[in-house]
């Protein structure tokens, strides 16, 4: 038996969690033993400008106490810790288990956690000494194995109950072979290596029931943000044939960004902005896009970058946007009577436009209007709708302190805003005044779009609180009003637990008529590919009019391939893979112990 002792702690935690003495089985098998130093216990959000306290390359540990969520972004990792053992792991903004508590690392820590956290670890946290210990052993191994096992038969079993002609049969197929690799490796005590080998046999297949469960959905939209480097006819063709040998049906491809078009724009050239994109020079890859795409089947929406500018400094950029036309540039509170437009430091230090002045929003809307009308997209989805993000640092909505609607805000309610503090009863109309100029925009995008019969989408953000304070984006007003057609709001989370909760915040308050295509983040924060069917099947359960994957640059061959195992493969039966596991099946009534075969050769 091994037994981890700690002296008293000085920590007040719940009961029974990974703060208590951590005892093993007296059968149970060490694999693998880490600890690291812990720099923080609940941090206190007040002494930090960093999401949920987090600092760079820190390991935080979050309890209960802290509140209901870790509040962290998407740069790092998490694990959830239910009594002493790892339950799942997140990418962000986890949700804290009543019963347990969240290890949460950036940079040097997330690696750490990446390295030495799996689902099945078990845990203890040494308050007094600040460290965390990691145990990775047999029954982790086997907990891991169960629990997939248990995960892929609810999905089988959801889908029984729900379509007709579901075919369950490789699914199952993977939860029998996993099952029986699980039945040899519990008989096996005595060898380790024997014991490892057919528990992490166990976890793969179990792993592929869950890859394989979930059916083809024909009117599913399968999309995926791309922002395009290919630079010939040639390259752009064999970007669309992999997305269609992928599964894919739609793209949401960046055609507005940093200022700049990938396409050669006369509205640009009107208004002395550089005319198009430097490496697309002699190029035009919007128009290769859009016809090879459609002879593919497969649509096209393009991303556009409303009121962001990107990080380049104007002084280093001539012809940029904000360099011809400096007075369009956003200003924060602090320099509002600085004649240069500010950094948004929360934003890669990004340059942004203001959605008060009406030069601005009649420059974008040609700009939009001469996509519809010159590439006839299938859509536009409009990002960065929004005032740069206001974060504690610069006195929470500190932003849009411009001469233009400083101006105006004035003459509509007799007082200078930049004289307005949070406590002033005339800061709520301040919000609204900044609101309802990102909010006529959107409606001016949307009634062009009808007009065209062009769909009009955009991306939000899911917690309406946080989209309304901090970014002054009313997307409920979008919705009720029937502005928009649909939604595309990016969830930066690949735990399934966390995206149902925030598709749940969206489903809440949208209207019905809003369409929501979910956009999921696993890969670009390197996930595990089965996290992606997890969330997939989240929005299917709550009947999401689609997924958007962002993005393409990260969804690589190992994802790809999870996605064309069942969710993305139009096929309906894999015939080859069923074969594989029936003849796996087949091989365990001739199976020997490897260690046996060996002592007879």
Same mark, same amino acid.
């Given at each position: ?141 086997? /907990?891991?194995?169960?629990?997939? !096992? #248990?995960?892929? $038969?609810? @999905?089988?079993? %959801? ?96 055609? /507005?960004?940093?200022?700049?078009? !990938? #396409?050669?724009? $006369?509205? @640009?050239?009107? %208004? ?111 990002? %960065? ?217």
């Amino acid at each position: 038996m091994i037994s981890v002792n700690a002296e008293e702690a000085t920590f007040v935690a719940p009961s029974g969690v990974a703060f208590e003495p951590l005892t093993l089985n007296q059968s149970e098998v060490v694999f693998k033993q880490s600890s690291a130093k812990v720099d923080s216990i609940d941090p206190v959000l007040s002494a930090s400008y960093y999401p949920g306290g987090r600092g760079a390359n820190k390991l935080i540990i979050y309890t209960p106490n802290f509140g209901i969520h870790t509040g962290t972004n998407e740069f790092g990792t998490e694990a959830i810790v239910t009594g002493n053992i790892v339950t799942s792991l997140s990418g962000a903004d986890s949700t804290i288990p009543a019963n347990g508590l969240v290890i949460s690392g950036h940079g040097v820590a997330k690696n750490w956690i990446t390295q030495n956290v799996t689902v099945g670890s078990k845990v203890y946290v040494d308050t007094e000494n600040r460290t965390i210990t990691v145990y990775t052993t047999s029954d982790s191994f086997s /907990y891991e194995a169960k629990s997939k !096992i #248990f995960e892929a $038969q609810s @999905m089988i079993d %959801y889908y029984k109950n729900r379509m007709l002609n579901y075919n369950s049969k490789l699914a199952e197929n993977h939860i029998q072979v996993a099952e029986n690799y699980l039945k040899i490796a519990e008989n096996e005590t005595r060898n380790s290596v024997v014991l490892k080998q057919y528990t992490q046999e166990a976890i793969d297949e179990a792993n592929m029931a869950i890859k394989t469960s979930l059916p083809y959905i024909d009117s599913e939209l399968k999309g995926v943000w791309i922002r395009p480097t290919e630079t010939s006819r040639e390259q752009i063709i064999a970007t669309l044939d992999n997305l269609k040998a992928n599964g894919f049906n739609s793209v949401f491809l960046e055609t /507005y960004f940093h200022g700049k078009t !990938i #396409f050669p724009s $006369q509205v @640009m050239n009107k %208004y002395g902005f550089t005319v198009q994109n430097e490496i697309f020079q002699g190029f035009d890859p919007l128009d290769v896009w859009i016809k090879e795409a459609h002879k593919r089947g497969i649509k096209v929406h393009t991303w556009f970058q409303s009121f962001y500018v990107g990080n380049q400094s104007p002084e280093s950029n001539p012809s940029s946007i904000l360099s011809v036309r400096p007075d369009w540039g956003n200003k924060t509170k602090q320099y509002a009577n600085s004649s240069r437009p500010t950094k948004s430091l929360s934003e890669h230090n990004g340059y942004f436009l203001d959605p008060a002045n009406p030069e601005v929003q009649e420059f974008l809307e040609e700009l939009i209007k001469e996509i519809i009308t010159t590439y006839r997209p299938d859509g536009i989805n409009l990002d %960065y709708i929004r005032y740069p993000n206001a974060t504690a640092g610069n006195d929470m909505g500190a932003w849009g302190f411009t001469d233009y609607a400083r101006n105006e805000f004035k003459q509509m309610y007799g007082v200078d805003p930049q004289t307005l503090t949070v406590s002033d009863v005339q800061w709520y109309d301040w919000n609204q005044y900044r609101r309802s100029n990102v909010t006529n925009f959107v409606q001016k995008i949307g009634k062009l779009g009808k007009q065209e019969h062009v769909y009009i989408s955009a991306v939000i953000f899911p917690d309406i609180a946080s989209a309304l304070a901090s970014k002054q984006q009313d997307w409920r007003t979008w919705s009720s009003n029937d502005y928009i057609d649909g939604f595309t709001p990016l969830f930066l989370t690949y735990d399934s637990k966390m995206l149902a909760s925030m598709m749940n915040d969206v489903m809440r308050v949208k209207s019905p008529r809003t369409d929501l295509y979910a956009g999921l983040f696993v890969t670009f924060m390197g996930g595990a590919s089965e996290d992606l069917i997890r969330q997939i099947y989240e929005t299917r359960k709550m009947n999401a009019n689609g997924v958007i994957i962002f993005d393409y640059a990260h969804t690589t061959p190992v994802y790809t391939s999870t996605l064309m195992a069942s969710a993305f493969n139009s096929m309906k039966e894999n015939k080859n893979q069923i074969a594989q596991t029936q003849k796996k099946k087949r091989s365990f009534r001739k199976k020997k112990n490897p260690k046996t075969q060996q002592e007879k050769s």
